[in-house]
């Protein structure tokens, strides 16, 4: 998770408050509609320059990765930007266009000014409004989810694609998307790519649930301080083998219609001696669209894997974590994104700055109404993970139970009962208000920000909090 705006902060999180022309449909509403629906209405524009009004915009983390796509879909509506702020920022204008000030510089806007915070993700828009309004001493400008903005804009430009029969490249695709992929675009897309390697039909019946990580490892070569999967804390070196992981998916699509997204995650899936057949085998399964594999890039892969890795429809996510790393896993990393693009593998690089710490199970002592919104918006359930033939709703919930920090409850286990009864019981898992482990998890109180792969020096394992 990345982020761009000013030095991290504990935040106080609370909903950004409407800033809309009565007159037009809110871009809450309109964002709402999208999520249920998967398509956004022909007059989305109309709605954000209402949203916007006539004031210059500005925008907040302006040289991070979620500004990239949001201005270019801000300029598709007509808007212009009159200038950024950024962590970065040092005045100068580069590929923007518009020049981008230091986060500080947030203090000459004016309460009428309009702000569009970048990030992808709900916490940390609220992350950054908590902050920009500190940094104004409570004055702050008129500030706009960017996110919600991205995800209605660029669904509108998918639209206009399709209609002649084209579609946004699955990298733009994966840049933005943090909640379980509802865009009918993105479904209808995958499935394509999907039948073309593997002859199937769709399937009409069976849960919903179109996302998920399998956590094929829980060993890897770092040792993150804040690692999302809590790596140093399990102390584990299972792999799990090709046979599991095919008996699994079998499993989990039979009970499905169709599974649009599949991340192979770990540890580090790079570190396993199978994942060469792991992918060969998960590429031949049917049910089953687009597949991410994740690598943090300082594990050379074989010839063979990345012979395996070319497909339309897998990306290799290399989690770029160069900064909190040595010059010898950098020129590592820098190595393995040389050599799969050089056998024509998709890869995408992401360079996490900021994270949020959630290696703790503390009870949050939030009240069920707090639970159920942050619950509704969290960027952790496109974090879903299967492992073993559990399917957990996000890392914070599989990581406690794994430590024995929570109790195992609001989990599906995939072979204990025939698809018909997994089907009900994964729409069950997707119609949750919330979990019990969000009792104990950091973000709805507001989690600390903190340096992303910050690495434990040998054998520095701190005590992880846990529950009453």
């Known amino acids: 998770m990345s982020t761009a705006h000013a030095a991290p902060t504990p935040p106080t999180p609370r909903p950004l408050p409407p800033a ?40 907040y983390g302006a040289l991070g990765r979620a500004a990239s796509l949001l201005i270019q879909r801000l300029r598709d509506a007509g808007l212009t930007i009159a200038s950024g702020y950024d962590r970065r920022g040092d005045g100068s204008v580069g590929g923007a266009g518009f020049p981008v000030e230091a986060s500080t510089g947030v203090t000459a806007l004016r309460p009428d000014d309009v702000l569009i915070l970048a990030a992808g993700s709900a916490q940390l828009i609220e992350s950054m409004a908590a902050e920009v309004t500190r940094l104004t001493q409570g004055r702050p400008p008129r500030m706009i989810d960017g996110r919600k903005l991205t995800y209605l804009t660029q669904n509108a430009h998918c639209a206009t694609l399709a209609e002649r029969g084209a579609h946004e490249d699955l990298l733009t695709c994966i840049s933005y998307h943090t909640k379980p992929f509802t865009c009918e675009h993105f479904k ?18 069976g849960a919903a649930l179109n996302s998920v990580g399998y956590l094929v490892s829980e060993w890897c070569n770092l040792r993150c301080a804040q690692c999302c999967e809590a790596v140093p804390y399990l102390d584990s070196k299972d ?74 429809r897998i990306i290799v996510t290399n989690s770029d974590y160069s900064q909190s790393l040595d010059d010898n896993k950098r020129a590592k990393i820098v190595a393995t994104v040389a050599k799969l693009r050089r056998f024509g593998v998709k890869v995408v690089q992401i360079a996490d700055r900021y994270w949020f710490d959630l290696i703790n199970f503390t009870p949050n ?13 969290c960027f952790l359930e496109c974090c879903r993970r299967l492992h073993r033939g559990t399917l957990y709703h996000c890392t914070v919930q599989a990581n406690g139970i794994k430590l024995g920090a929570l109790e195992k409850a609001n989990v599906v286990e995939i072979h204990d009962a025939d698809p018909a009864v997994i089907a009900e019981q994964l729409s069950a898992f997707e119609n949750e208000r919330f979990i019990e482990a969000c009792r104990n998890c950091a973000l709805p109180a507001g989690a600390r920000e903190v340096v992303a792969a910050q690495q434990l020096k040998l054998g520095e394992i701190p005590v992880v909090a846990r529950r009453d």
């Open 188 to 205: 209808r897309a995958t499935e394509k790519l999907a039948m073309r390697e593997v002859p199937q039909v769709i399937k009409s019946e």
């Open 20 to 59: 809309h022309d009565a007159g037009h449909p809110t871009l809450d509403a309109a964002y709402q509609a999208l999520m249920e629906s998967g398509r956004t209405g022909a007059q989305i524009h109309d709605i954000v320059r209402a949203e916007i009004g006539e004031r210059p915009i500005h925008i």
């Open 239 to 312: 792999r799990v083998t090709t046979a599991d992981v095919v008996a699994d998916l079998t499993r989990l699509t039979a009970s499905i219609k169709f599974l649009h997204r599949l991340d192979l995650v770990g540890g580090e899936p790079f570190a396993h001696k199978e994942i060469t057949d792991i992918v060969r085998a998960v590429r031949a399964l049917p049910g089953i669209g687009y597949i991410a594999v994740f690598t943090n890039g300082t594990i050379m892969p074989s010839d063979e894997l990345c012979e395996a890795l070319v497909s339309e």
């Open 365 to 377: 002592g939030v009240d069920e109404a707090r639970l159920a919104s942050v619950y509704s918006e």
